[in-house]
């Protein structure tokens, strides 16, 4: 269908890095989608919304993930409506309005568990970790990624694991406590190591670097950046 062929281009266009094209070919394709296809038009507009918000174009976003949300709502699509809340949430968090942002987050923590969606849960638990260190509530920030770390764990989601090592290293930074925040870049590291995720690797390493660089020891501090 004529549909399908716009929603294929989008994707190719996605896989280059041509957000803004993708997102035209997704509306066009959620455009001429026939009566009786509501939950393909919300992907279609939901997909939209996430390659505007890869070229921060927040106001159309939110616009798109407001009109799929609310036919995921109608459908009663709950995983989906989740997904959709995270996102949104994730747009306030852009704009630092945390109270808002929180809201949708917590809607979509709700929902996740409620519907035993374990990685959807993983995922709303560590945004809204990072809502709380906006907030300078380091501790709560804390105890939001341990909880998102257990369930990583108990996916072997390896990626995710060493993700939120990294994040809870840099609260333990910002708490002045350089031997735990050092300890959990370690795991991270290895993690990273371990997965091939070189992209990983390389940002545990930075955080690691300025550990030292902050203790003046710049030898080592250097060491971990020429790694």
């Known amino acids: 269908s004529a549909a399908k062929t716009r929603a294929d281009n989008a994707q190719l266009q996605s896989i ?18 026939p009566e009786g296809h509501e939950e393909k038009r919300a992907i279609c507009l939901s997909a939209a919304g996430e ?6 174009k927040y106001t159309e976003v939110l ?55 374990k990685s959807g849960e993983g995922k709303s638990l560590s945004n809204i970790s990072q809502i709380y260190k906006a907030y300078g509530d380091y501790i709560t920030a804390l105890t939001y990624l341990e909880q998102s770390l257990s369930i990583r764990q108990e996916l072997n989601d390896k990626y995710g694991e060493g993700s939120i090592l990294n994040n809870m290293g840099s609260i333990y ?13 370690e795991k991270g590291l290895k993690i990273f190591c371990e997965i091939g995720d070189k992209i990983g690797e390389a940002a545990i390493l930075c955080n690691i670097s300025r550990v030292f660089k902050v203790r003046k020891d710049y030898t080592k ?7």
């Open 51 to 56: 390659n505007l918000y890869c070229i921060s």
């Open 221 to 227: 501090a250097l060491a971990y950046l020429e790694r």
């Open 16 to 33: 280059r890095l041509r957000y803004k094209k993708a997102a035209d070919y997704f509306l066009q394709a959620a455009q001429i989608l």
């Open 63 to 117: 616009s798109l993930f407001e009109e799929s949300l609310t036919i995921y709502r109608r459908t009663g699509d709950l995983k989906e409506v989740s997904r959709v809340l995270d996102n949104i949430g994730l747009i306030y968090d852009a704009w630092n309005n945390y109270t808002t942002a929180l809201t949708y987050l917590e809607e979509s923590l709700a929902i996740r568990k409620k519907i035993g969606d």
């Open 173 to 185: 930074v910002e708490l002045r406590q350089d031997e735990k925040a050092l300890s959990v870049f």
